[in-house]
T-cell receptor
Framework: GDSVTQTEGPVTLSEGTSLTVNCSYE??????LFWYVQYPGEGPQLLFK?????EKGSNRGFEATYNKEATSFHLQKASVQESDSAVYYC????????????FGLGTRVSVFP | DTTVKQNPRYKLARVGKPVNLICSQT?????MYWYQKKPNQAPKLLLF???????READTFEKFQSSRPNNSFCSLYIGSAGLEYSAMYLC????????????FGAGTRLSVL
C-alpha cells in the first residue's frame, strides 16, 4: 500500500534558523503531494500541494519540490519564526474517485525566540 | 467560510457503551471523511462518504459505522467502545477529485474508561 515517512520529531529551533523536514513516499500510482500544518487546538490545514512531478510548491515562506526520482517532498524554510511552531504533516493522494489522504506521522516543530 | 465543526471537543465514554460523534460543514462539499489519530501514529482514514455512498476502510470495517442524513452532517458511530478506541477523531470534507484540498475540523478527543 501507499506510505509516507517523515522526519521524527520533535524538532527544536531558534528563531531565524532554517528548517528542513524530510518526507519520502511510496506508491505505485501517480500522487498529488501535500504539506499540512496543525496548530494547537486546531485541525490540520493545507500549507500547499503539488500535483506534478518536479514542480515546487510554496506558501508563507515554506517550500517543497516534488522529486519523483527520489520519491521525496522535503519541506524547507530559510528563517523560522516562533509562530511556525506546529505539527507538520506530509501526505499524498492517489485515489481516483475520492481523496482519502495517506499521512506521515507528523513532525512537531518548536521555535523559540 | 471554510468551516468544519465537530462536537463535542472532548468525550468520555465507558467501555461497552455506544459513542456517537458529530461533524458538520458549510461548504457544500460532496465528500466527508473520518480519521483516527493516536499518539505517535499517523492519522488513519476510517471511512468516507461521497454523497450518500459510504466507503469504509477494510481493516476498520466492523468497528465503525457512519450516517450522513444530509449534505452538511456526518456522524461516526461506535457500537461498543473499547479502550483501543481512545483517540482524536478528525472529520474533514472536500469536493470529489484527486488533489482537492481536505478541510479539517478541530477534532473530538475520545477517552474510553
Amino acid at each position: 500500500g501507499d506510505s509516507v515517512t517523515q522526519t521524527e520529531g520533535p524538532v527544536t529551533l531558534s528563531e531565524g534558523t532554517s528548517l528542513t523536514v524530510n518526507c519520502s513516499y511510496e506508491t505505485k500510482q501517480y500522487p498529488t503531494l501535500f504539506w499540512y500544518v496543525q496548530y494547537p487546538g486546531e485541525g490540520p490545514q493545507l500549507l500547499f500541494k503539488v500535483p506534478k512531478a518536479n514542480e515546487k510548491g510554496s506558501n508563507r515562506g515554506f517550500e517543497a519540490t516534488y522529486n519523483k526520482e527520489a520519491t521525496s517532498f522535503h519541506l524547507q524554510k530559510a528563517s523560522v519564526q516562533e509562530s511556525d511552531s506546529a505539527v507538520y504533516y506530509c501526505a499524498l493522494s492517489v485515489r481516483s474517485y475520492a481523496q482519502g489522504l495517506t499521512f506521515g506521522l507528523g513532525t512537531r516543530v518548536s521555535v523559540f525566540p | 467560510d471554510t468551516t468544519v465543526k465537530q462536537n463535542p471537543r472532548y468525550k468520555l465514554a465507558r467501555v461497552g457503551k455506544p459513542v456517537n460523534l458529530i461533524c458538520s460543514q458549510t461548504m457544500n462539499h460532496d465528500t466527508m471523511y473520518w480519521y483516527q489519530k493516536k499518539p505517535n501514529q499517523a492519522p488513519k482514514l476510517l471511512l468516507f462518504y461521497y454523497d450518500k455512498i459510504l466507503n469504509r476502510e477494510a481493516d476498520t470495517f466492523e468497528k465503525f459505522q457512519s450516517s450522513r442524513p444530509n449534505n452538511s452532517f456526518c456522524s461516526l458511530y461506535i457500537g461498543s467502545a473499547g479502550l483501543e478506541y481512545s483517540a482524536m477523531y478528525l472529520c474533514a470534507s472536500s469536493l470529489l477529485g484527486r488533489g482537492n484540498t481536505l478541510y479539517f475540523g478541530a477534532g473530538t478527543r475520545l477517552s474510553v474508561l
